[in-house]
């Protein structure tokens, strides 16, 4: 069953402006993590964030956790054309420390 | 390799034909995973192996998919007697061991399977 769902589906953003994305889960977990795909391909692991973390930052990314509302958030800063890519966020399929269940996805494009 | 290579990257089989693809994970990972991806979809579990302990199997989809892993290293899946609605993009990932699942994962490129 679906664990994330990422919101919005889709966002279009000019360069240099911030871009969200929301993830909201329903079960319990130990940690989420965030991850980009380009051209449907292999996925890259962005950042993990543990269930005890309330924010983490990596270069220009900010992740944010809210384990009593069971949501997360992804910010960009300073978005670049290169950052167009799907993001999903996934987490740790209910009952099991390992099986990483994953979104839809947020397909990003930032404009030049 | 430094990261996990799948190949082939990409395979047209007609119907009813079996197929393999296989990966090949990053050194020292014991914990590898297979996903599917259809087309503006999400990921789909299909099968996880961690070390020598039974595979879990609890995503595949039919019987005619079937996966394993040599010597803890390389892995192989296997469909057999293919349907178009397994195209999809197969793709395989490996981390370290499981500890809380608090590890992220490594992807490969992925195998594009089309069916016609």
């Known amino acids: 069953s679906q664990q994330g769902e990422e919101d919005p589906q889709a966002l279009s953003i000019q360069e240099g402006e911030n871009a969200t994305m929301n993830c909201s889960y329903k079960?319990?977990?130990?940690?989420l993590q965030w991850y980009r795909q380009n051209s449907g391909r292999g996925l890259v692991h962005l950042i993990l964030?543990?269930?005890?973390?309330r924010e983490k930052h990596s270069g220009r990314l900010r992740v944010t956790l809210d384990t009593s509302k069971k949501s997360s958030s992804l910010l960009i800063t300073a978005s670049r054309a290169a950052d167009t890519a799907s993001y999903f966020c996934?987490?740790?399929?209910?009952?099991?420390?390992?099986?990483?269940?994953f979104g839809k996805g947020t397909l990003l494009t930032v404009n030049p | 390799g430094a990261g996990v290579s799948q190949s082939p990257s990409n395979k047209v089989t007609e119907k009813g034909k079996d197929v393999e693809l296989r990966c090949d994970p990053i050194?020292?990972?014991?914990?590898l995973y297979w996903y599917r991806q259809s087309l503006g979809q999400g990921l789909e579990f299909l099968i996880y192996?961690?070390?020598?302990?039974?595979?879990?199997k609890s995503g595949l989809p039919s019987d005619r998919f079937s996966a394993e892993r040599t010597g803890g290293s390389v892995s192989t899946l296997t469909i057999q007697r293919t349907q178009q609605e397994d195209s999809a993009v197969y793709l395989c990932?490996?981390?370290?061991?499981?500890?809380?699942?608090?590890?992220?994962?490594?992807f490969g490129s992925g195998t594009r399977l089309t069916v016609v």
């Open positions: 990932a490996s981390s370290l061991a499981r500890d809380r699942g608090n590890y992220g994962y490594t």
């Open positions: 079960t319990s977990i130990n940690n």
């Open positions: 964030i543990r269930s005890n973390e």
């Open positions: 996934a987490t740790p399929q209910g009952g099991s420390n390992y099986k990483l269940t």
């Open positions: 050194s020292g990972h014991t914990a």
């Open positions: 192996f961690q070390g020598n302990s039974a595979p879990d």
